[in-house]
């Protein structure tokens, strides 16, 4: 049994697409981000109140970047600004094109909803910020007060752990990705000076080069990086902030699974390197495992790391200093700057996130609901209060001095407010009944079904009870040897659930396993004399013995009609069974073998028991409150 294994169980047979592709490695990169951009700040907060002399020094040192007579000339806080986070920019782009083609928002229907969660929790606190700040000079700086950091937000989410729904990760980061794009927005429009149209005409010039080129199916990366570098130097100097460029960028690349055919290819053109290990086989054979993956999974995992573990730490060091004293502090609290970034996100984040989202549902006669249930709505409200990247450079635009002081200020304690209260509603919600606490976190909406070919208990092959309400599929392969690791899961997972019906679908990967295919057809032959359980089984049992005499020896094992089974064997009798299989794979989008489908989930990441209980309890769960705990129809 693997309930004693120290690490979980991630491998995948090749045609595997998890890593960052799967929005649970993004939102684990954010968790662990959130920890050093909290390092960070405290370290600029330190360093500015134990040597002011020298950080201003450090980050007003001017760089200079010159071809010719041109060139381009910025402190160093401006080239993390402006430079540095145009990757962070890409990041988000990417995140949000990646949920576009493959994640939540692939249903169109889901997109109404976040959309209008984040333009209502951006639209309630600049008003609120406005209000404090009515007449006064200072109402220029209603930008600071409306976007929520995504790593911050994510990575306190993660903290709470299981006090909340993983769906609501999804919710708060697809508010999160509108919320950076209309704050770029903001700042391309009401926060850039010196408007100059030639440099401004030729970067969206070249962007649109940038979509043509996409278009081509060009997936060089030095051209878009030319291009994107040439958009860039032409915003810096057009005067509108050049960190859009990397937003527009990410939101060209399409995200798509890896094809079987393309991931055929690659397999071969390595075998052929292996035979034969030339320079020229190798350079092909890293092509053809490159182009497998969609230009969007390229790019997240090159950039992503860089930027939640280095980029966005050091936009932190290098803006969050604030020389703190008592005379800053007392002004700081009664500031309108402070006070109206306080409120605007403590307060009116969750009205904006939370009112929004009740008055789609109701308006739409609950057609468009949150995926998750109110008390998670209310958890997300607060959480999306913590603002810290796009509020503290917008900050840097529109104050400086004492009035930039009073803003970071502002920000630094919207962020300690949002997690208390965001703690509390945790706590609030842990302490409700079971049925209670259930709904609260779940809600009621239908989750986004996965498994395009839905289970047919007149066709599949089911074990356990045809009333479960839970019913989890495997796509699997014979030989895989991660599948005869997760095949110990299963049965455990099987013992500890009785409400849980499971299925198996054939998934030979003929490219890598020659011997798969036979023992499918082989499981599917001895189906027809009544014992395809069994043939499993034995075929998990015995992995190294797939070959013909073999496969006739498991037969004779289980007293089954050897002629018989020899005949339906050679004339290929289970071949359109396992094909048909291998169809509602490809329909699914499954590239990789062992695969989970949970109620018609995909089920992302570990498939140790651990992690298959927890997805097996929450889709019951769920199941419960949508069904009142019927059968998982449909799955």
């Given at each position: ?35 050093v ?161 030639t ?75 292996r ?32 930027s ?17 004293n ?5 002004d ?5 700057i ?14 904006g ?25 209310a958890?997300?409200?607060t ?76 066709r ?55 011997h798969?295919?036979?023992a ?58 396992v ?11 499954v ?45």
């Amino acid at each position: 049994m693997f309930r004693g294994f120290s690490t979980p169980l991630t491998g995948r047979t090749e045609r595997d697409r998890s890593g960052v592709s799967s929005p649970w490695a993004y939102i684990r990169t954010e968790t662990g981000s959130a920890a050093v951009l909290l390092a960070a700040t405290v370290a600029a907060l330190a360093w500015v109140n134990i040597a002011p002399g020298s950080y201003a020094t450090v980050w007003d040192t001017r760089l200079s970047v010159e071809l010719g007579a041109h060139g381009i000339d910025m402190d160093l806080r401006e080239w993390v600004n402006s430079g540095l986070m145009t990757l962070f920019f890409l990041v988000v782009g990417l995140e949000a094109r990646r949920e576009f083609d493959m994640g939540e928002l692939r249903d169109r229907r889901r997109i109404p909803l976040p959309l209008l969660a984040g333009l209502s929790g951006m639209a309630v606190p600049v008003v609120i910020y406005l209000a404090v700040n009515s007449g006064r000079p200072s109402g220029h700086g209603w930008g600071a007060a409306m976007s929520t950091d995504t790593a911050f937000a994510l990575g306190m989410l993660a903290l709470l752990g299981s006090r909340f729904p993983r769906r609501l990760h999804t919710f708060i980061l697809t508010v999160a990705v509108v919320d950076d794009f209309l704050a770029l927005a903001v700042i391309a429009v009401a926060y850039s000076e010196h408007l100059s149209w030639t440099p401004l005409l030729i970067g969206v010039g070249v962007l649109v080069v940038a979509a043509l080129v996409r278009r081509t199916g060009t997936r060089r990366g030095p051209v878009y990086a030319l291009l994107g570098v040439v958009a860039w130097v032409a915003f810096v100097n057009s005067g509108v902030d050049p960190v859009v460029v990397g937003l527009i960028m990410g939101l060209m690349s399409y995200a798509y699974p890896a094809s079987r055919d393309a991931l055929e290819r690659a397999s071969g053109l390595f075998r052929s390197f292996r035979e034969q290990p030339t320079p020229e086989l190798e350079r092909e054979a890293r092509q053809g495992i490159a182009s497998a993956l969609s230009p969007n999974d390229r790019l997240q995992r090159l950039y992503h790391p860089w930027s939640s573990y280095a980029i966005v730490p050091l936009f932190a060091l290098a803006n969050a200093g604030i020389e703190i004293n008592g005379s800053l502090l007392s002004d700081a609290f009664t500031s309108p700057i402070t006070l109206g970034i306080l409120l605007g996100y403590g307060v009116g984040k969750p009205i904006g996130v939370i009112g929004a989202s009740v008055l789609a549902t109701r308006l739409s006669g609950g057609r468009m609901r949150p995926p998750v249930g109110w008390g998670a709505v209310a958890g997300g409200g607060t959480i999306a209060g913590i603002g810290f990247t796009v509020s503290l450079l917008i900050a840097t635009l529109a104050f400086d001095g004492r009035q930039l002081d009073e803003a970071k200020i502002g920000v630094l304690s919207a962020v300690v407010f949002a997690m208390l209260a965001t703690s509390t509603v945790a706590l609030v919600i842990a302490r409700m009944p079971k049925e209670r606490k259930a709904k609260a976190l779940l809600g009621t909406a239908e989750a986004v079904v996965d498994l395009a070919e839905p289970v047919d208990p007149e066709r599949d092959h089911v074990r356990g009870p045809l009333d479960a309400p839970v019913t989890v599929v495997e796509y699997g392969d014979f030989e895989c040897p991660y599948c005869g690791q997760a095949e110990e899961v299963v049965r455990e997972l099987l013992a500890d659930f009785g409400d849980v019906r499971y299925v198996w679908r054939h998934l030979p990967l003929t490219d890598v396993h020659p011997h798969a295919q036979l023992a499918a057809e082989a499981a599917e032959v001895a189906g027809l004399q009544g014992a395809f359980w069994e043939m499993r089984d034995r075929l998990f049992e015995h992995q190294d013995r797939l070959q013909v005499k073999d496969l006739l020896a498991h037969a004779e094992h289980l007293s089954l009609d050897v002629g018989a089974f020899r005949e339906a064997l050679r004339g290929r009798k289970g071949a359109p069974r396992v094909e048909r299989d291998v169809e509602s794979a490809d329909l699914s989008g499954v590239s990789g073998t062992p695969t989970f489908f949970i109620n018609g989930r995909r089920h992302h990441g570990a498939y140790d028991i651990e992690n298959l209980s927890a997805a097996v309890v929450a889709a019951r769960d769920r199941a419960v409150l949508i069904d009142g705990a019927g059968p998982g129809e449909g799955y």
